[in-house]
């Protein structure tokens, strides 16, 4: 166990549907990452919050949104969603600033049919 | 644009072999750079490489950065069935940790 949390672990919806994914940050960090890996494209890098504020955006489809709460979870949350929005999105966090590396959490593996 | 380019990008070897694995990256304000291994699921840590430490090595695995460069390459020496994965370069500033494609190790007995 990474200390990494996300929930759900495995998601299948509907195109044109809205989906949260939840991440809990290990104890202590303050930086949340998100990425999305699909096969083709490996890790992508989506947004960083850092102690509730957005820190870094790297290339997010406006379908898409993410929040850090107070208590520094974060949720990732995709709406009309397409088919090509499959795939396994991580959680990732930090104490910091990310150059001491990140721990990932298991990943919310995501099937839109 | 900051980018992360990895070689190459499948390898297939037997038990035994030494596999060397590339990374280039391009990343304004580059603080370290970072090596993961992905089996299933979430990648794990391996190595991290900054301006004061470019070399590092955990048993059969060894890294180095060379900051003139730009790359870094990760050893595995005696190779074994358990090293098969991915394994990520992922390279950053203050900002965020950008990676490359990933090399998908396949090591048959």
């Known amino acids: 166990d990474s200390g990494v949390t996300q929930t759900p672990k495995h998601l299948i919806t509907a195109t044109g549907q809205r989906v949260t994914l939840r991440c809990s940050p290990r104890s202590g960090d303050l930086s949340v990452y998100w990425y999305q890996q699909s096969l083709d494209q490996g890790l992508q890098f989506l947004i960083q919050y850092y102690n509730g504020e957005e820190r870094a955006k790297g290339n997010i489809l406006e379908r898409f949104s993410a929040q850090q709460f107070p208590d520094l979870h974060s949720e990732l949350n995709l709406s009309s969603l397409e088919l090509g929005d499959s795939a396994l999105y991580f959680c990732?966090?930090?104490?910091?600033?990310?150059?001491?590396?990140?721990?990932f959490g298991s990943g919310t593996r995501l099937t839109v049919v | 644009e900051d980018k992360v380019v990895q070689s190459p990008l499948s390898l297939v070897v037997h038990e035994g072999d030494t596999v060397t694995l590339n990374c280039s990256y391009e990343v304004t304000n580059f603080r370290s750079l970072l090596w993961y291994k992905q089996e299933k699921k979430a990648p794990t840590f391996l190595f991290m490489l900054?301006?004061?430490?470019i070399e590092k090595k955990s048993g059969r695995l060894s890294s180095i950065l060379d900051k003139k460069e730009l790359f870094s390459i990760l050893n595995i020496t005696a190779t074994q069935t358990g090293d098969s994965a991915v394994y990520l370069c992922?390279?950053?500033?203050?900002?965020?940790?950008?990676f490359g494609q990933g090399t998908t190790l396949q090591v048959k007995p």
């Open positions: 900054t301006s004061s430490g």
């Open positions: 990732a966090s930090s104490v910091g600033l990310p150059a001491g590396g990140y721990t």
């Open positions: 992922g390279s950053g500033n203050t900002g965020k940790l950008i």
